[in-house]
């Protein structure tokens, strides 16, 4: 260990000989502050959400030698998405994980990747959100106080409802169902006969079990990590939106880090991304067998009735257009034709 320090001074000292302008590298090499980071999150710490957010902390601990502390606050216990967004703006808080959706009220954009049935797999998902089109929707952030860093997979939504089982459009009429707090999602399942509730997540399993809401609609691993299946009996596969989690850092605390710390922030971001995405995809191949262990009922919607269903919300996307997000859209669908040649 001596040796090594000895060496270390012997070789740097040398470079300073032979090279000064190379110090300011070997010293912005160390240049990490033991710092305490406010992770917070909506979901259980045994979700995937709670597991990829693990695996961030053990990545910037590695990575910065022990000196970015990650704390994670899981269960909403921060606050819900929305509280979370203004923490971070504030500098209240330093970082967080939360639904895109719920970003509409500061960056209105977001609701792009709400309209229904955009992405027909993960791996288009992949390629958007990680290419030019998700980046340009990233750094929009960035006036408004939040720092957008890699998105995640929440996944494709499916709907759960305590009534009767969903086979078509029409099943879906006088459903109490509870939605994301974004405009997109209310048009959409008001057009599907619904009747749309916005309301946090955090609020939802109560809304369920006292039955203020009949049903709500979101991945199958989050049905399966919020327990849904206790207060729920109908699951139907619709696969309705893809929805993409975000990793956001407060742009107040991210400023003020050192270049090598936000490196390492920035590269743990992209290995968690990595790591929470084939997480996430292995567990729900699970949680519908585990969901029907559980009880509940579940059936798929046929070709022929999400054709019918794509139909009907056609609308939603000429209101979308007509309420100012018509290049986003057209700039959005073109990125996903470009992925599917
Ligand atoms: C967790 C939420 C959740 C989302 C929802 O905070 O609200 O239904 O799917 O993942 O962001």
Avoid: C
Wanted: aromatic letters at 8%; a neutral charge; charged letters at 25%.
């Amino acid at each position: 260990m001596k040796l090594f320090r000895t060496l270390l001074l012997a070789t740097g000292l040398a470079a300073a000989a032979l090279a000064p302008a190379l110090i300011p590298t070997v010293a912005a090499a160390q240049d990490i502050k033991p710092r305490i980071i406010r992770f917070g999150y909506g979901l259980s710490e045994s979700s995937n959400q709670g597991r990829a957010v693990k695996f961030f902390a053990e990545e910037m601990s590695k990575r910065s030698g022990g000196k970015l502390k990650v704390k994670g606050f899981g269960d909403a216990s921060l606050g819900n998405d929305i509280q979370m967004q203004n923490a971070l703006i504030g500098g209240a808080q330093e970082m967080m994980v939360g639904s895109t959706a719920t970003l509409v009220g500061i960056v209105k954009d977001f609701g792009v990747y709400d309209l229904p049935f955009l992405f027909n797999d993960e791996k288009e998902a992949d390629a958007v959100l990680d290419g030019p089109f998700g980046q340009k929707l990233i750094n929009s952030l960035n006036e408004k106080g939040l720092v957008g860093l890699v998105y995640w997979e929440n996944g494709f939504r499916n709907l759960t409802n305590s009534k009767r089982p969903i086979t078509k459009a029409e099943d879906l009429g006088g459903v109490k169902l509870r939605v994301m707090q974004n405009p997109v999602y209310i048009d959409m399942f008001n057009r599907f006969g619904a009747n749309a509730v916005p309301l946090a997540f955090s609020e939802l399993f109560t809304a369920l079990e006292t039955g203020t809401v009949d049903g709500q609609e979101n991945p199958v691993t989050t049905i399966q990590s919020s327990k849904f299946y206790e207060v729920q009996k109908y699951l139907t596969i619709s696969k309705h939106v893809y929805s993409p989690w975000i990793l956001l850092a407060s742009k107040r605390w991210y400023d003020g880090l050192s270049a090598d710390e936000k490196k390492i922030v920035q590269d743990s971001a992209i290995a968690s991304r990595d790591f929470e995405r084939k997480d996430s995809r292995e567990a729900s191949t699970q949680s519908i067998a585990y969901l029907k262990e559980k009880g509940m009922q579940i059936n798929e919607l046929s070709a022929a009735e999400l054709d019918r269903m794509r139909e009907l919300v056609k609308p939603a996307f000429d209101k979308y257009a007509a309420e100012g997000g018509a290049d986003l859209l057209k700039d959005l669908q073109a990125e996903i034709t470009k992925v599917r040649k």
